[in-house]
T-cell receptor, first 107, second 116 residues
Framework: GIQVEQSPPDLILQEGANSTLRCNFSDSVNNLQWFHQNPWGQLINLFY???GTKQNGRLSATTVATERYSLLYISSSQTTDSGVYFC?????????FGKGTMLLVSP | NAGVTQTPKFQVLKTGQSMTLQCAQD?????MSWYRQDPGMGLRLIHYSVGAGITDQGEVPNGYNVSRSTTEDFPLRLLSAAPSQTSVYFC???????????????FGPGTRLTVT
């Protein structure tokens, strides 16, 4: 099946800093999503982005499907951005998750 | 519109006991799935269903049974719980295209299961 790799595995930022999270996938996909798992364990949909670029406030994402990667940008980070960020890629009827990037934003 | 709901939120079982984790969605989604999340492993697909009466195995199906008798419900059954099944379980649903695959997945709040 498809392999999904995320980098970096851990990231520590000062509040106000910017960051880029990367997601590589090993094969063509029909769906790419980014999620934020908050400290209470809830999975929050950030972006559904099989290709192209989307923005939502301080967050944006870009997927280059032909090169098999996606990027999540977080600008002006806040302490509430802390948690684990997952990307997940779908082939047909199955969705495969990466192992996540754990982000800690300190005040 | 409640989205995807899961019950219970927490459960403790003894080895060998059986139980059913419930999942329901009110978005009329054809596709539903179950994942487990273990520390450092991300989420792994257990079973999925592309419609009522149709189920299939994911990456880690052993020890789990599913059925899909209605569009709304997709229960996950543990027939004989083992400590290795201690995990957080998430249910998800989405629309799908039979030619293009599944679309944006929506997740429930999870069930934290401990098997002693």
């Amino acid at each position: 099946g498809i392999q999904v790799e995320q980098s970096p595995p851990d990231l520590i930022l000062q509040e106000g800093a910017n960051s880029t999270l990367r997601c590589n996938f090993s094969d063509s996909v029909n769906n790419l999503q980014w999620f934020h798992q908050n400290p209470w364990g809830q999975l929050i949909n950030l972006f559904y982005i099989p290709s192209g670029t989307k923005q939502n406030g301080r967050l944006s994402a870009t997927t280059v499907a032909t090169e098999r990667y996606s990027l999540l940008y977080i600008s002006s980070s806040q302490t509430t951005d802390s948690g684990v960020y997952f990307c997940a890629a779908a082939q047909g009827s199955t969705l495969t998750f990466g192992k996540g990037t754990m982000l800690l934003v300190s005040p | 519109n409640a989205g995807v709901t899961q019950t219970p939120k927490f459960q403790v079982l003894k080895t060998g006991q059986s139980m059913t984790l419930q999942c329901a969605q009110d978005m009329n989604h054809e596709y539903m799935s179950w994942y487990r999340q273990d520390p450092g492993m991300g989420l792994r697909l257990i079973h999925y269903s592309v419609g009522a009466g149709i189920t299939d195995q994911g990456e880690v199906p052993n020890g789990y049974n599913v059925s899909r008798s209605t569009t709304e419900d997709f229960p996950l059954r543990l027939l004989s719980a083992a400590p290795s099944q201690t995990s957080v379980y998430f249910c998800a649903s989405s629309t799908q295209s039979h030619g293009q695959g599944i679309y944006e997945q929506y997740f429930g709040p999870g069930t934290r299961l401990t098997v002693t």
